[in-house]
């Protein structure tokens, strides 16, 4: 019953996409939108010519300037390459519980749902401030995702205002490890948690981006990325990219990956992807990984429709590296 009266105030309160969107029907345009730690829709670098950008995403509002549709546009057309041609973003705002479910689901150019991974959607709850609650997987009839073997959902407890914990369930609400397996909707950049982590603790930065990741075991002791490596640390720049990850020890010194890797420093272009990949020891000489060698990497993307055209490595000596 709930679930059906959801339903009725989501009609009530969103207008039924009837027709393929057009092109004429968006004013506002950016080149790259991604979701951030926080389940947060972030829009960057604003397009100035979107007819002419061969990857824009078109962006409605309501009257509280809050998204609800995001389009992808391909030189003006519906991009129906890539995961997802547009987003659909509902609102429920509950005045009793002080809360708003954020859903967003995922469709083609004519409308039909698609499918990103095991979902067809996706639903953040938050509170009156801005602090979020939960986040769950949708079906196709936006229930919550479940009969799949993996974690669909997870919830967050603050305990302080910068600092978060993240714990990772199944649909049912079990308690599970791992939650590497969302739908990549939006460019989320979160460290890879291996097997065996059930907790993530989140700090932030003045801006309300992730600053600082560390991980948990079921015993809610400190549990390692990789060998040695307890916390991941995130600088980022006025548009919350980040331009330095560095690793650390439980004691919230500078450590070094299994590779020999401390940090990481990116670089990007005016469209918000990553141009430049260089990484550094403890010492903060250049540093090769260890599955090819690579220190640094230089990617050009083409003018015409911004696919990777080409991609260049470089060793630690800075002797390019060829793959064969």
């Known amino acids: ?53 061969p ?19 391909f030189f ?7 995961l997802w041609a547009y987003m659909r973003i509902q609102y429920i705002t509950s005045s009793d519980a002080g809360t708003t479910l954020q859903r967003r689901t995922f469709h083609a150019p004519n409308n039909a749902p698609m499918q990103v991974g095991y979902a067809h959607g996706e639903e953040a709850l938050f509170r009156a401030n801005g602090e979020i609650i939960r986040y769950a997987q949708l079906d196709r009839e936006d229930n919550l995702l479940g009969k799949v073997p993996i974690v669909t959902a997870c919830r967050y407890r603050y305990t302080a205002p910068n600092s978060v914990i993240q714990e990772w369930r199944f649909e049912s609400g079990k308690l599970h490890w791992v939650a590497n397996n969302y739908p990549d909707s939006a460019q989320r950049f979160l460290e890879h948690a291996p097997d065996g982590a059930y907790f993530r603790i989140l700090t932030l930065d003045e801006h309300g981006q992730v600053a600082e990741e560390r991980l948990q075991g079921i015993n809610k002791r400190p549990f390692a990325y990789q060998p040695g490596v307890y916390a991941v640390r995130y600088l980022r720049d006025s548009l919350g990219q980040i331009t330095t990850l560095s690793y650390a020890n439980a004691d919230g010194q500078i450590v070094a990956d299994t590779s020999g890797i401390a940090t990481i420093q990116f670089e990007y272009d005016a469209w918000g992807r990553e141009v430049v990949w260089k990484a550094f020891g403890v010492d ?24 990777l055209e080409k991609e260049e490595l470089y060793n630690a000596d800075g002797v390019p590296i060829t793959i064969e």
């Open 76 to 82: 003006g057309n519906p991009h129906t390459r890539g």
């Open 284 to 307: 903060g000489t250049p540093r090769g990984r260890a599955r090819d060698g690579a220190a640094s990497i230089i990617r050009q993307y083409s003018n015409f429709d911004g696919a």
């Open 1 to 53: 019953m709930r679930r059906v009266l959801a339903q009725f105030l989501l009609m009530l309160i969103v207008p039924a996409v009837g027709s393929a969107q057009k092109f004429s029907e968006f004013t506002e345009f950016y080149r790259s939108v991604r979701v951030n730690g926080l389940e947060q829709l972030v829009f960057a670098h604003p397009s100035p010519d979107p007819v002419r950008d």
């Open 55 to 73: 990857s824009a995403y078109g962006v409605k509002r309501d009257s509280l300037g809050r998204p609800v549709m995001v389009m992808r546009f």
